[in-house]
């Protein structure tokens, strides 16, 4: 897969000054075209003197991080080439991104993936004015420069991103810099526990480079204002072994000593990594003290040291752009034209504009390029999976509602055959809650993967060295690994509680912007899509109660383009298992998928499932009570587990008590479907929608989540004026099952309450009806207030084709007797 | 404010065995209120023989965090008694609720608050019985817990939480447990670093506890399976001495003396504290080693070791509810009896189920008690803001759009005041972004307060250990001080990106559970809303682009009941002021405020201003071309900076170019205006809404956020069909402020095209001004294209009326000139 297959150690031997000339050539090259794109319209080689209008009107984008990046991105292309390592570069200041951009022009790779940009000077002024320009590049390392799997736009997910990537990737090596204000984040300070993940044979290596250029936007950084013996202590108890490098400073010490000394670090350090790698090849796979960097160097390093008698290298004034003003007045213009010129930029382009082929040879050559490593471009390397059939995991479904089924324990069946077929491109990603959502089956081929201590077998149940489960108590590190694993062409899922899930709401967002970008980039290949399964869902939070709900990050996820993102809710086993195969073989989607575990009657066989995951959405003709060729009277519907559910309990009620009405039961798997055609794939036309929900009669909706999504998705359909929804409301704590459907008026009595309010000739005839339903919900309640659980007759209820089953022991035992595992 | 005033040392004796016998008697009376909790609905005091019936039919909750929080309750208890020292305590692992509520009952806070909750064998019965039960209480440290600021549904935010609540506290001790669960997470793993932050003579101290129980849900920890040398490097890392306890392992080892080692230890602790803080009160303020506790015991400590085979205490399998089928076999209520039967309860409660006084007088009396702490119900302690009169930091605005202002910056202005006038009760909290967001007038009269190193004024520009600005590049931890502060009885704001809000959209979600419950709770008294100041909004990311861009958190937001939830969107300086007065005098909400921060016209004197806020919206008679007593055309509707500035240049084009129209100018201040009056307090009748909008003419609404949001908050209005809504979506990146507002459809030219699709009569007849709108389109983009910086006549554009500004200079050097920093 990479280029490379072993870990070698470097020559041993001292960095001559040829190779010290040609680091210092290339990292003064890139930061002048660092500089170059944050300021200059033309003139890209300073050929004449530097005029106002060579200048960009508008300054955007930021330098003070960049020279950091780009005497790395040096230093390291000298290691890559002697040890030819394959290696990826993630930059978690990704502001830094004209130095991203410049290094990948350096090596060749921008202008083989983008072929206007040439390697002259045309090429340079193209180079230098797309940069934050409208119509041109981002500011960021975004998808558009090569070599990124990390924007950094949102910072903190540096290093689950690099770990992501390194997860089975045996041969590969990770450069991830942490910038020191990324640091502070929340993510990124659990991040450096990742190393407790890593098996060393299996898996790559994270090379973690702490950024210490002392400040953020306006304020110095937490970790460059501590000791060095605390930082130290702080790295240790992280599990590393921090090299400290300091450079730039020392204004007396010769630039050719500061490389000197920082190469014979990396070599130090790479050849220790070198090392841990043979001792895992001869077995030991035991969690070594991972080398670490420590990298001291000031902020905006080689920029003007004051700019109008303020400090500004060294300082947070060089964050974003200094000299902010350069069009100003003459004088900024000449402090501008000097730091141009301070980077010689003679010695470094030829006449044409083409860089000198010596500064060149320092990069490696191909795929070895940081910028061009395929792993950095994961669709080129992703595999499909391998998957099994997911009918033959079907489960017996001899009447609808005629067998009972903890949905995601069958799913956790299937993936145990996906898991064993995909050994090294596949792994569930979840905060400790694999088995609370009811996937278990897989410790039967796999374990958790877990390099920290261990203790006694009868204590660590499935923990071993390599396990395709990862769980850590972070949903930001679960999705951050399944990030990087994705983008670098695996494939996973992450199952987490439907309430907490908002807690990567805006790593959500970033993945996702991510996929719209990159589709619009042909040289982006598809990866596979990022998969959720919550099944520890709202409306079971018994064990937990009101801070354990809230359905919101469907319509999170609903805001963002549609064409990246698909919601699920299938309402019942076979349903969720031909979901989620449909799911695992898609590529660049965010899937959602939501699923109780509770044992819950299934109502499909698979052949129905199929069809109906198919449709994404269909009328349950077994289930309503209307006639062929006349329109009903009502169309109820749900989308979920416990929505549908309730909604077939209202049908048996309203079929026995109102035999006369002509009731059609829809059921939606594939929430988009109830979206406009035009604004997304999936959604009907109108004319779809009016065949299944009628454009005139009452339709009542029974939903999973907040109520208005469903008004969101629909209010330009014909039969919006008629359509009433329940949802989940901010109501507070309960702790049965059926007490929380009633508190969100969800539940079966009130659902019939519903019917009989909306159909106007119902409404005078059936108030007897009513006022029992209401007595039902006042006992149901009055009942588990006294008892603690739900009324038998509630909890037992099954759908009356089913009859036979009501009284069998499998449902007394297993439906709804508490414990959801936390 | 609390009833002590001086750290004092402890008495420098050994702890005499009464008092050890006395701390082991709470436990085990605490344990044992807490198993009754979890497991029983009757025989409180065990005085028949168990039966099934005893049992609860739905066992809920979780045991294995509890019995170490009421061991450390216990030892506090005694220690805070011994010093007079004001405590309160934030349980992290807040699943162990039981504990609290069983500690809150053995110092009597309980039934003083719940007098329904005698302090008998009844009240015993209801305590048992209410316990995660349907009608009764959560089974977290919930708002309903006495003594809980912290619900710790969601984990993370314990450290957080806790200095949040000792910033201006100097008197206040919090002992904060962190669940060495929940340490894994992001958010806590950074708030260690909080020590940073706080000033030793000033603040209170935080005493993080980290309750090493070795297991989560199904896993062992992180930090229990590191060596004690890493954990120990990590917590020096952080900045702390820590301290390492380990009892309840050693089988040998007699209870006392595991109380007299770990009492001898918080004495040594707290000596320590107290020695600090004296050194603070001569001024030494420089950041000292806080000490901080590593408690490594056993989960689910006293409980049965093995359970059917399976070991269980000192295990994960202690979670939630061991014997999870207490009823089912007479074997297991057999284990369950023996256990409630190791607490000897007879020792314990008297006959009539009192608690022993002795070991009552464990305990510190009245406010002392952590339970009656009035820091944790804040609201008592809550004194108004002194607020200066807003209108005297009014922009002037001779005409409207006659000036030019940054509104934030105004807002600054006055916030300054605030300061000069609150200097110890109201504190700005921002990710590194106070000056960004154009608040840094307040560094006039007050500084950034930091802790770490300091180096030279040069760079450390409004840095000090002391000063109300609290900066750290973690939305978490702003988030979480903010809370903490709030809940303890203060006032303060969080500024913010908008797109990064999301980060904390969950922490959002869990205060505003909080502040839904405590509504219901009466003895809970009302704490300062939550304010956020988003002004580094959606449409001006011009140093980031895609990456920074996501409005979404208002629907986030409006997804929670609307009761405690509000949304501004100010649109010009003195609306600002007037919403930001109104918001630092409210009580129990979460404030959301969106306000940009770039140069942009005034449109409304002060006294316009409170009018229109005080409305919350309202028709801009000045700006409309509608004749009295007539109905409009058409209604041009903004919500927002960037809305309202293009509808009132796209009123300018269709007053010049159809005089004849009859346009109509609504602005929308206070988004939940728009919603149904029966929906959200602040919701317009029907009637009232008809009365703005009209019923039937089109509606053409400019909308700060996503369009659909507009929609759901109106889709039952009269009107609702003829809405039509521009407002962002998910389109990609840009770099000029008008290049976005195209993109988005939410342009001055795209705003008159909707006017003519959607006004009939102008759809034949307007088809010339239709083309020359899309060409201006064109136009504009193109321009942006070549020049990097929007169209002169874009950009410069006023509002007619203050035609005589246009050409100034004021305009030429402010507006739109790039800049956001950052």
Redo the contacts between chains.
Sequence with gaps: MSTTTTWQSGSGTAIDDATLDRIDKWWRAANYLSVGQIYL?DNPLLREPLTRDHV???????WGTTPGLNFLYAHLNRAIAERSQSTIYVTGP??GGPGLVASAYLDGTYSETYSDITEDEEGLRRLF?QF?????I???V?PETPGSIH?G????YALSHAYGAAFDNPDLLVAAVVGD??A????????W?SN?FVNPAQDGVVLPILHLNG????????LD???DD??????????HKPFFFEGGYDQDEPIAEVHRRFAAMLDEVLDEIAAIKARAAQGDVSRPQWPMIVFRTPKGWTGPDYIDG??TT???RA???PL?NARDTAEHLEVLEQWLASYRVAELFDATGALDPDIRALAPTGDLRMSANPVANGGILLRDLRLPDFRDFAVDVPTPGGSISEAPRVLGEYLTEVIRRNPDNFRIFGP?????NRLQAVYGVTD?Q?N?????P????H?ARAGRVM???????CQGWLEGYLLTGRHGLFTSYE??I??V??MF??H??WL??TN?IPWRRPIASLNYLLSSHVWRQ???????Q?P?FI??VV???AEVVRVYLPPDANTLLSTYDHCLRSRQYVNVVVSGKQPAPNFLTMDQAVAHCTRGLGIWEWAGSEAPDEEPDVVLAAAGDVPTLEVLAAVDILRRELPQLKVRVVNVVDLMRLQDAREHPHGLTDAEFDTIFTADRPIVFAYHG?P?LI??LT?RRNG?ANLHVRGY????????PF?MVMLNDLDRFHLVIDVIDHVHWLRASQAGLRQRMVDARLEA?QY??E???DLPSVRDWVWPDAQDLSSSEQVDATVF???D??
């Design positions: 319209l960009k009107p508008r300054l955007l984008g930021h990704g502001h004015k934050s320009f409208p119509g041109g981002p500011s960021h975004a924007e736009g949102e910072l903190g204000g990324e502070e984040t929340g993510p990124l300070a659990t991040s526990h407790k400040y953020k936007i306006a304020n110095p950084t937490v204002r501590i000791s605390e930082l130290r202590a702080l790295m240790v108890g992280y599990g303020k400090k060294g300082s947070w964050h974003q752009v902010a400790d809650e694999t088995a609370s958790k877990w920290a201590d261990f203790e006694s009868e204590v660590d149940e923990l769980e850590m108590l972070s949903e930001h590190q309430a907490f908002h807690i709401d805006s967002n970033q996702a912007k719209k970008v619009d018994d064990h937990n109660g009101f801070s354990h809230d919101g319509d999170h805001n963002k383009k907040y208005w008004h969101r209010y919006h409301k901010e109501e507070g704590t309960t702790t049965t007490d309640r588990t207030r008892h603690g659980e007797t508490g414990g595992n936390e």
